[in-house]
C-alpha cells in the first residue's frame, strides 16, 4: 500500500476538479491518497477510476446528489446488490447524464442507494433502449471497496 498526504495546494487543485469534495473537506482536514481511494481522516470516502473520483456508496447513503441517479424496480435489487449489471427491462427512471458517466443505482421505493455504475448508454438511449445491459456496476454492498469502507 502506498499513502501520500495531499499538500493544501494539491488539494485546492483536487477541489477545482470535483466540486463536490467542498460537503467533505474543510482547511483543516486530513486528505491522502492510500492506492485508488481518497482518505478523508483516514476513511476511505472516494475511489479513483480511470482518473474520476467516485464517491463510495457509505458517502452516498448520506449524500445522495453527488452523482446522477437511475432507480431500478424491485425485481431488480437483488441482482444490483449482488453485482450484477444493471440491465434495461429493470429501469424505471433516470436523471440525465452521457455515456460513461458514474452513476448510483436506486431502488424505486425508498431512493436508497444499492450501487455504483458506469453508464453504457446516454440516458436518452437508455430510455428508449427495450433490452441489454445498459449500466456497469463497478462498486456494491460486499465488494472489495465497500469492505474497505467499513
Known amino acids: 500500500m502506498s499513502r501520500k498526504q495531499y499538500s493544501k495546494s494539491e ?3 483536487l477541489m477545482s ?9 474543510d482547511k483543516k482536514s486530513n486528505v491522502a491518497r492510500e492506492d485508488e481511494f481518497l482518505l478523508i481522516e ?12 467516485v464517491p463510495t456508496l ?5 449524500e445522495v446528489n453527488i452523482l446522477p441517479m437511475v432507480v431500478v424496480d424491485k425485481g431488480a435489487i437483488r ?6 449489471d444493471v440491465m434495461r427491462p429493470g429501469i424505471v427512471g433516470c436523471d440525465e447524464f452521457s455515456k460513461g458517466d458514474y452513476i448510483v443505482i436506486v431502488d424505486e421505493t425508498y431512493k436508497k442507494p444499492l450501487a455504483v455504475g458506469q453508464a453504457l448508454l446516454d440516458s436518452n438511449d437508455l430510455l428508449q433502449a427495450k433490452e441489454g445491459k445498459v449500466i456497469k456496476n463497478i462498486h456494491f ?5 465497500w469492505e474497505k469502507c467499513k
Request: net charge positive; glycine share 4%; hydrophobic share 55%.
Open 58 to 62: 457509505s458517502v452516498l447513503l448520506k
Open 42 to 53: 483516514n476513511k476511505p470516502l472516494f475511489f479513483f477510476k480511470e482518473d474520476v473520483l
Open 11 to 13: 488539494l485546492r487543485e
Open 79 to 84: 441482482f444490483v446488490v449482488n453485482g450484477a
Open 17 to 25: 476538479k470535483f466540486s463536490f469534495l467542498e460537503k467533505f473537506i
Open 141 to 145: 454492498v460486499g465488494d472489495i471497496i
